[in-house]
């Protein structure tokens, strides 16, 4: 028989977890991991070459550990009055909150957030040796300011996590809700913004709130909105402080030069790379539209997916939608289902082929 993971002498708090594993299927349309579905424009795309070109040329050294530049890329991009040495960034923003877990959790501290939420919120404080707890939502899976205060005060822990939007559920977060988490705890208080390009144009940032609070962090990722799931690129805003804090666990060089050279190319062209989003919102609340009209219930979305329910069998359904080529998100939400908003054309598969499940039921 062949070796598993318990017949070795690994960490006592890892036995018995399972990696963080979202279905990789070659399908042809893709709507499970909230990629955005639009390739990097062409233009933009030949500029992020050429500046890979040019690092390549230097790749004998190693890169600015402090990556300057990217840093005052994201400054520039985030607005507010944000200065570089209030930026970091990191391979994906999954790798950001792992520093921040490595400097404000570790063994003996607690990690808290309100779910259902991200999944690798527990899978990372875990991983980093700290205690995760799990608060809770309202039916609708909004958050209340008296609730979260009141979950927060009694669970004292030394991280929060504010999911805004949230994913899976999509649900806006309101600067009132993070004011009051800030005020219940004296931890690190992480929001998570992955979705804010997504969000209604006028709704505020919680960078508003940075100012005099010093332990509050907003983290994002070109993942989404930028089309760049494939660089590997997260990055966050905090005081400076903090960032210093990160500079502690970090590998050295954890930014690859070719890394930091795509990065603030692509940043370059931001409102180019943004292009799409407009487009997505409006796939987006097509989705819900026709949820509604197909008599499932989806749930108010300020991101580039859809939660809904009115699932029957959820494992039937996404099996169904499999078989037709269409990969969607079953995330372990009794009677629900998650989709990524695509192009039109992909949409439009999803929802006729959701439409011939439901009349074949
Ligand atoms: C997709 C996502 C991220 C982004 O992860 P990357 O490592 O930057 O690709 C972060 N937070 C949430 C809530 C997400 O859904």
Known sequence: MSTR??????????????????PQAPLPVALNVNENTHPVPGEVADDILDAVAQALRDVNRYPDREFTGLREGFADYLG??????????ANGSNEVLQHLLQAFGGPGRTAFSFAPTYSMYPLLTRATGATYVAGTREADYSLAPEGVAAQVEAARPDIVFLCAPNNPTGSPVGLDVIEA????????????EAYQEFAPRETQSALTLMPGR??????RTMSKAFAFAGARVGYLA?????IDALRLVRLPYHLSALTQAAASAALRHAPTMLRMVDDIVGQRDRIS?????????????????????GVDDPAATWQAL?????????????GS?????????????????????????
Request: glycine residues 8%; negative net charge.
């Open 5 to 22: 993971i318990d017949d070795l002498p690994i960490r006592d708090d890892l036995r018995g977890l399972t990696p963080y594993g979202a």
């Open 80 to 89: 507010h009055g944000l200065t570089r040495d209030q930026i970091w960034a």
């Open 181 to 192: 988490v800030y005020e219940a705890t004296e931890g690190i208080v992480i929001v998570d």
């Open 214 to 219: 010093e332990r509050l962090v907003v983290s």
């Open 238 to 242: 905090a005081d400076a402080a903090v």
């Open 289 to 309: 539209a026709t949820l509604e009209a197909l008599d499932y219930t989806p749930y108010e979305s300020w991101t580039n997916f859809v939660l809904f329910s």
């Open 322 to 334: 499999y078989d037709r080529g269409i990969l969607i998100r079953d995330v372990g939400i009794p």
């Open 337 to 361: 289902l998650r989709v990524t908003a695509g192009t039109e054309q992909e949409t439009t598969a999803f929802l006729d082929a959701l439409a011939s499940i439901d009349s074949g039921a």
